[in-house]
């Protein structure tokens, strides 16, 4: 895996935002310095999502941070010092319209019966 390295000559700084349908909003902010110019430099990286959907109930929110301290005290030797977190929460369709494209079902779908999906006759 190749991370995300800072920047040792200056700093550098990235925003952007997305905004869309079904309450989409997607933030992503990058920055990094250098501490001590060409030997000690750091690197942060956050994204977050909060969006909704077409379905009803159906919502995804994360959000991860990304860091890194780099110290290169000679072009010989580099020490770095990673750290990540990531959290997620959401919900997916699991409606009942998912049918396998090649079914093998010749007759109507059954439900199953429950509180939820009374019989109509009954």
Do not use: C
Not at 1 to 17: E, L, N, V, W
Not at 28 to 35: E, R
Not at 63 to 68: D, G, K, M, N, T
Request: neutral net charge.
């Amino acid at each position: 895996m190749i991370a995300k390295q800072p920047h040792f000559d200056r700093f550098r700084a990235a925003i952007d935002a997305t905004f869309g349908e079904y309450d989409l909003n997607r933030y992503i902010v990058d920055f990094g310095s250098p501490i001590i110019p060409e030997k000690l430099a750091f690197r942060i990286s956050y994204s977050g999502e909060e969006s909704g959907s077409y379905y009803r109930i159906v919502f995804t929110q994360s959000q991860a941070i990304y860091a890194v301290l780099k110290w290169a005290p000679s072009p010989n030797y580099e020490l770095e010092i990673l750290n990540s977190f990531f959290e997620t929460n959401y919900q997916l369709n699991r409606g009942i319209n998912r049918q396998p494209k090649h079914s093998s079902i010749t007759g109507p779908i059954s439900l199953p019966e429950g509180p939820m999906l009374e019989h109509p006759a009954r």
